[in-house]
């Protein structure tokens, strides 16, 4: 049945005060019965569509597999899946089954000892659900060293009634969602999300960005963090939408693939962080951008990290010709702990605006009256509001706040939850400020450099660095003061572009860099090293960890291709 005929899809709305996401979820699926709710695109791009009643029938397929090979609901389980099909079915099932999903990244050789193993742990998780391809690394990373397994394992392409000598004995779930930071500045950690949370977020992504039943979002982030699995798989959900979800690692391996995507699909709805948006101006040729049509992507978010200044131009002047409007094109900012979504929508800065110094070199988030309501620019030692244009901690709060971390003692969770004015906020460790209705996120508490009192974050200089060749990577470095002091020092770490050709006189470009990071911002640097793609240690999401870069230094010099320290001896790579 087409949409047209069905009028009842258009007023959609997750009831923020009554009902359960069982419900919501399910009249959904009755709604749109006949009609696609999810595609799902394989590595050639092919589509396997499930209308609402294919996902209805996949559904209870696997509620009823769980309740043969790991007894009655409701789980907490812990979902190691890849993207696609199967992971959506196993979220659906858990949320209509009223259990709590924890999804995560596959496991990794460079995963720390007992990843799993803690998440279990601390989740409480019944069992984890994987592939046969990937049983045996679950399996390792879950045993402790006691040889006792922290839950059960259930392979869903080849399940087993799951037995198995657990240390404990899971407890009753208590959240539909449990999901897990980015880790850049620590680690990872565990986030519960209430129905209400839920659906508070969702309301406001609906209000704010214009997302229903005439939304084809199409995703490839993800499905482990708060954007991809909130924003890009429940909401359309709960909004009887239609998504388009592809791997991840396609989007990588080939940029275009995602704007082909978007313009095959007609979607309307799509975005990313800042490195993807910089992916597709560096990697997709005239030709594979020659034949796409983004006349439908009315809606072009970037956010997770500060967006540098005209980046956000740049990709809409190397796409207008293929029908993307400048007006689709905008900055957002949110969090896990905020269930995903904290600021940004569509609409165009004033071309007269007077952007403060210390905003100048990012994008804004723009703010509506709901948005600047619930943001506090905070003194980060007092707590006291900072005064429009001035640079403090982003404080958060409102009703999809979550209100703890689990597994964390008081202190942990008093560094980051704060009550000020009767209120409490979320302190997000961000450093920015409001100016002419916009939130400028201009890097991290825990990742500046203070040059004689003045703070200057280590995205700033990354992105300076970067503009003195074009093979060096503003999204794939890491800056950090040397230590205590105030006097500007630095090093900074940068990986090359995918396929940069050797760097023609090298020694050039790093006075080049210096020079300019002087005059600028005071920053000096004492070592530039510049390495290979891929090198420095990122997130489960992609983002640099520049704490452990800090850690690793010594051994990353050694991996550099060119490595240069001012007024020292040369040191050979």
């Known amino acids: 049945m087409p949409l047209e005929q069905l009028p009842a899809l258009r007023q959609i709305r997750p009831n923020p005060v009554g009902g359960t996401l069982k419900h919501d979820l399910e009249h959904v699926l009755s709604l749109r019965r006949d009609t696609p709710v999810v595609t799902v695109l394989d590595r050639r791009g092919r589509a396997t569509t499930l ?51 924890v999804p995560v990244a596959l496991p ?92 508070e977020n969702c309301s406001l992504i609906q209000s704010l960005w214009g997302m229903g039943s005439d939304t084809v979002l199409v995703n ?26 592809m791997s991840p690692f396609d989007m990588i391996r080939r940029p275009a693939s995602w704007l082909e995507a978007i313009s095959t699909h007609r979607g309307t709805l799509s ?43 740049r990709f809409h002047d190397r796409f207008a010709a293929n029908g993307l409007a400048r007006e689709a094109v905008f900055a957002c900012y949110g969090m896990a702990e905020c269930t995903l979504f904290a600021a940004g929508e569509p609409g165009l800065r004033p071309a007269n605006d007077d952007i403060p ?12 009256a709901t948005t600047r309501a619930l943001i506090r620019i905070a003194d980060p030692e007092t707590g006291g509001e900072r005064s429009e244009g001035e640079t403090g901690e982003v404080w958060v709060r409102g009703a999809s706040l979550s209100e703890s971390y689990l597994g964390e003692d008081d202190s942990a969770q008093n560094e980051f939850f704060t009550d000020a004015d009767g209120t409490t906020w979320l302190r997000t460790g961000d450093l920015g400020g409001i100016h002419n209705g916009r939130l400028y996120v201009t890097g991290r508490t825990k990742d500046i450099i203070i040059v004689r009192g003045r703070n200057v974050a280590s995205a700033e200089v990354e992105w300076l660095a970067a503009r003195e060749h074009r093979d060096l990577n503003p999204s794939a470095a890491a800056a950090f003061a040397l230590g ?17 050709a050797p760097m023609e006189n090298p020694e050039a470009v790093a006075a080049r860099i210096r020079k300019s990071l002087a005059a600028s911002s005071g920053v000096q640097l004492e070592t530039i090293s510049v390495l290979r793609r891929g090198t420095l240690p990122r997130t489960s999401s992609g983002k640099i960890r520049r704490q452990q870069v800090m850690k690793d230094r010594e051994s990353l010099l050694r991996e550099a291709v060119f490595f240069d320290r001012a007024a020292f001896e040369r040191v050979a790579p």
């Open 484 to 500: 205590p002091d105030e006097n500007g020092d630095a090093d900074l770490f940068i990986e090359l572009r995918t396929g940069a």
């Open 108 to 199: 990794r050789k460079t995963d720390p000892p007992g990843r799993l193993e803690n998440i279990a742990r601390t989740c409480g998780a019944t069992a984890v659900l994987c592939t046969s391809h990937s049983r045996s690394a679950v399996e390792a990373q879950l045993a402790d060293h006691s040889g006792l397994t922290a839950c059960s394992v259930l392979a869903i392409d080849a399940p087993e009634v799951a037995r198995t000598t657990t240390a404990y004995i899971p407890g009753a779930p208590a959240y539909p969602v449990i999901q897990h930071t980015s880790g850049s500045t620590s680690r990872p950690k565990a986030v519960p999300i209430s129905a209400q949370q839920i659906r």
């Open 51 to 101: 209308t609402g009643k294919d996902l209805q029938d996949r559904v209870d397929q696997t509620l009823q597999l769980w309740r043969n090979h790991i007894g009655p609901g409701p789980h907490v389980l812990v979902a190691a899946l890849p993207a696609g099909e199967d992971f959506v079915v196993s979220l659906v099932a858990s949320l209509i089954g009223e259990g709590t999903i």
């Open 271 to 313: 975005g990313g962080p800042t490195f993807a948006f910089m992916e597709c101006l560096e990697r997709i040729s005239d030709a594979e951008a020659r034949d796409l049509d983004l006349s439908s992507w009315t809606r072009a978010f970037c956010g997770a990290e500060p967006i540098p200044s005209g980046l956000l131009d």
């Open 220 to 245: 490839w982030l993800p499905h482990y963090h708060d954007m991809g699995l909130m924003g890009c798989i429940i909401y359309p959900l709960l909004s009887a939408a239609h998504s388009v979800q």
């Open 357 to 368: 110094a210390p905003f100048k070199n990012v994008e804004g988030c723009l703010l509506s």
